[in-house]
């Protein structure tokens, strides 16, 4: 992964990295203010040896003092020197317990010994510290002192006397909140890494281009309402959801430039990506656009296509294959443009056979002959095959990703499918993603004057368009209109016979 790489997945997962952070900070906050302060006292010792004075006799003793230090240092934590010193303030600590209290240390090529010592008490830390150094000095003049008799050539003096410090010397409250900031910072990251490394699900384009290089035709943002208004005609026509199936649209047009592709089929790796409201949505976005659209719900599992558009589905694709009724008498106009719906009908015990047949094919062979387009929403590709039996006969394949949801190996596992049968992959749409962050996808719009005359005409988008048969001869501005997606020229003759009701006033 490179620099860009590192910053998405922070991006992507920044309110762990900033809830780690604070969680840093609170604990180190509450362990300064749970902690009892403690105070240091501090006191200086100079050590000196008896000389006659003369310049070589100063030299060489200040050499004995230098060596003679570091000894004195470490008997500074001996029982022999605390002892006494608690045994004068009446501690009740023993000199082990005592000993985890006290420092000596002493600066090279110097005779000075610093005594520093930590309690709960600011004057119980002075006082010991002074005891101890008492102690010190004269268990070195005991130390030193000849046997023969005599005074101990070494001498110890106080130059800092020990005093009450006014402040405490720990907790350290601000070095305690840096340290834990940048360990609660650490931590986030290194879980946002770890996070972004177990997380197989498809979340954005990046995640995308790790599993397959197929064109993104488009993503379509996520949107809350989008459950109770799934429709673009029930958005307002500027809104990121409906932009982004113009877009689509466009993007389709581009991937089947060389216009082989008379019918695209949509679907997804598993139930619940958003292939039925995509499929529909594209269907209305081409119609819009002054094609004529036949949408077919080849779903014979669970159809949506009706539900969402409000039209009748006993009745369809499924009464069609079994050469009840014709073809031309179940088509149901929807809207105010040129768009028919083709229901699944009802739903069959043998649906991979039905797809599969002879029937169905000659079935989308007629319509591609009589509509500009053919959108079909067709059932998820792992958990049936019905999918890949009609990738075979269809002009194109347009699979839905549901990011968030779809896992990468789902995903290997769908493109796979699609190999196995030769189908044409036209490319993906990222459906669900989100309108800000590192996964969001950008979007072209119209400026307000364009979107107004493009969407000019197109209806009320709260109408109920079941069992509409008015339609409008209104034709697109010369910006909205593309050229046909799937065949060359838009189809206004030779369209199938409809009956006299479905005629259009």
């Known amino acids: 992964m490179d620099l860009r790489d590192y910053l998405r997945i922070i991006r992507r997962d920044w309110l762990l990295v900033l809830a780690t952070t604070l969680v840093g900070l609170i604990v180190g906050g509450s362990a300064s203010v749970l902690t009892k302060p403690t105070y240091t006292a501090e006191t200086q010792l100079f050590v000196a040896i008896s000389s006659s004075g003369s310049v070589q006799e100063l030299q060489q003793g200040n050499t004995f003092s230098q060596a003679r230090v570091q000894s004195y240092v470490k008997t500074v934590v001996s029982p022999l020197v605390l002892q006494p010193a608690i045994d004068s303030l009446g501690l009740t600590s023993s000199p082990a317990e005592l000993a985890k209290r006290v420092k000596a240390s002493t600066d090279l090529n110097t005779v000075l010994i610093d005594i520093s010592v930590s309690d709960q008490s600011a004057v ?59 360990a609660g910072l650490v931590i986030g990251l290194i ?36 459950t109770k208004k799934p429709l673009i005609t029930q958005a307002p026509s500027q809104s990121p959801r409906t932009e982004s199936f113009r877009q689509l649209r466009t993007n389709l047009q581009f991937a089947n430039v ?27 976005a081409m119609a819009q656009a002054g094609q004529s659209v036949c949408l077919v719900d080849a779903d014979l599992r669970r159809p949506m296509v009706s539900e969402y558009l409000g039209l009748e589905r006993n009745a369809g694709l499924t009464t069609a294959l079994m050469g009840s ?25 043998n649906p991979s056979e039905l797809l599969g047949s002879e029937a169905m094919k000659n079935l989308l062979a007629q319509l591609e002959q009589i509509f500009d387009a053919v959108v079909i929403d067709a059932p998820p590709l792992l958990p049936v095959t019905d ?18 949801k779809v896992k990468q190996h789902d995903l290997e596992k769908s493109l796979r499918a699609l190999e196995l049968v030769d189908a044409s992959l036209l490319g993906v749409v990222l459906n669900r993603l989100p309108v800000k962050g590192p996964d969001a996808y950008s979007y072209s719009y119209y400026s307000s004057q364009e979107s107004s005359q493009n969407q000019g005409g197109h209806g009320n988008p709260e109408r109920s368009p079941r069992g509409s048969n008015e339609r409008t001869s209104q034709t697109p501005s010369q910006d909205e209109r593309v050229q046909p997606l799937l065949v060359g020229e838009t189809r206004a003759a030779g369209r199938f016979p409809l009956t006299e009701g479905d005629a259009r006033s």
């Open 124 to 182: 119980q830390a002075a006082a010991t510290a002074q005891a101890i150094a008492t102690s010190l000095i004269s268990k070195v003049d005991d130390l030193e002192r000849p046997k023969n008799g005599g005074s101990s050539p070494i001498s110890l003096s106080i130059t800092k006397p020990a005093t009450a410090p006014t402040s405490p010397s720990a907790p350290n409250t601000r070095l305690n909140l840096v340290v834990a900031l940048l």
């Open 191 to 226: 879980a946002a890494l770890a996070r972004s490394a177990l997380d197989v699900r498809v979340r954005g384009e990046a995640d995308l281009r790790r599993v397959t290089d197929a064109p993104l035709l488009g993503g379509i943002s996520f949107d809350q309402d989008a």
């Open 258 to 284: 060389a216009g082989k592709a008379r019918s695209v089929l949509v679907t997804s790796s598993l139930p619940g990506e958003g292939k039925s409201t995509t499929a529909t949505n594209l269907a209305i």
């Open 325 to 349: 009724v014709a073809v031309n008498d179940l088509l149901q106009p929807w809207g105010e443009d040129d768009l028919y719906v083709l229901t699944s009908g009802q739903i069959p015990p």
């Open 387 to 404: 999918a890949a039996v009609l990738s075979q006969v269809v002009g194109g394949v347009m699979l839905v990703i549901g990011t968030q």
